[in-house]
């Protein structure tokens, strides 16, 4: 599999905030999901990526060609960011008209088959647009001109179950088309859980790990069982202890030894978001010595 991105030593110094030495690859034809929690960083390496924020160190290789030019990298990504880049008074066609001029492959007839399918109406006004049909909106726009990578910042965020749900299946159908990927920032584990690939973890301006969504998965397990044996156990071994007066619940990755020292006790598949809390608690109980 090709890597559509290449990024290498990028660093970017806020006053406050620093993103530092990230080495990510986006690959061919996979949902690359990019996880991490409020303020760690996502929006502004997705904005490197875009060229829209200048990065201080390092490089980005797109779609295999480190001499591509601006403008060819800008007709194949396709952009949906949450803070929209809409002029808000006008409608929907009149921002289309502008948007569809700077790409050079506009696909019409395709934008037109998405505008229908979502129920937009094109004489709208743009500020008069509920958060979800701003979304699909960006994603019509995004999908209409041949792009090979999607990236996406934070697009589910305040949006009803069902539209998820469409967006993950819009999403699906995308990544079928050979040479297509998509990039995908959230805090919403639960969509990366069906749709993701590959799971990038950024915290606190460094990425924690790159490693596809299955072997994440599989490195984990939710156990649950008496205190009596919570007792007895190494808190080292777990993270997101829950105890109540009935019993515990915890996130391990050494479930195979507690499996065989303690049978008794209840070996559970555990949730990403879990998997994604306890990873980021590791690291959070690490700076904290
Ligand atoms: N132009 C800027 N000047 C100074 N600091 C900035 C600038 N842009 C972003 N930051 C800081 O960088 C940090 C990371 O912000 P960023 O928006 O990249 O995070 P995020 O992971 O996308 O968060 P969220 O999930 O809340 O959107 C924040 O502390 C933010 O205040």
């Known amino acids: ?18 993103l530092s030495n990230i080495n990510i690859s986006i690959k061919e034809n996979c949902i690359t999901g990019f996880l991490g929690k409020n303020g760690a960083g996502k ?21 295999n060609n480190p001499n591509l030019k601006k403008r060819d990298i800008k007709d194949r990504i396709g952009v ?15 921002m289309k008209n502008l ?3 700077t790409y050079t492959n506009w696909n019409e007839k395709k934008y037109k088959s998405y505008i229908e399918r979502f129920r937009l109406d094109e004489k709208q006004i743009i500020s008069s ?25 934070e697009p589910t965020s305040g949006l009803d179950p069902e539209v998820r749900k469409e967006l993950m299946n819009i999403l699906n159908e995308y990544i079928q088309e050979d040479g297509k990927s998509v990039l995908f920032s959230t805090h919403i584990t ?23 969504k ?5 490195e984990y397990r939710l156990i649950k069982s ?24 915890a996130i391990t990755d050494k479930y195979e030894k507690l499996r065989k020292e303690f049978p008794e006790i209840i070996v559970e598949r555990a949730s990403l978001e879990d998997i994604f809390l306890a990873r980021t608690e590791v690291l959070e109980n690490e700076t904290n010595i």
């Not at 904005?47 to 160190?57: A, M, R």
């Not at 299955?214 to 599989?218: N, V």
């Open 43 to 63: 929006t502004t390496l997705i904005k490197i990526i875009l060229g829209l924020v200048h990065k201080d160190e390092g490089n980005i290789v797109y779609f």
């Open 99 to 101: 948007v569809s001029s």
């Open 80 to 94: 949906v960011l949450d803070d929209g880049y809409f002029y808000d008074n006008l409608t929907l066609n009149q």
């Open 129 to 153: 647009l509920s958060k979800g049909m701003k979304m699909k909106y960006a994603l019509s726009l995004a999908l209409s001109h041949n792009a090979d990578l999607l990236i996406m910042d």
């Open 226 to 249: 008496n205190n009596k044996i919570l007792e007895k156990l190494n808190m080292n071994d777990l993270k997101l202890v829950n105890k109540t007066n009935y019993g515990f619940s």
């Open 214 to 218: 299955d072997e994440l998965i599989e």
């Open 1 to 18: 599999m090709e890597d559509i991105l290449r990024i290498s030593n990028i660093s970017k110094h806020f006053k406050t905030f620093s």
């Open 190 to 212: 639960s969509d990366l859980e069906q749709i993701a690939d590959e799971i990038i973890i950024i915290n606190d301006g460094k990425i924690l790990e790159q490693i596809s």
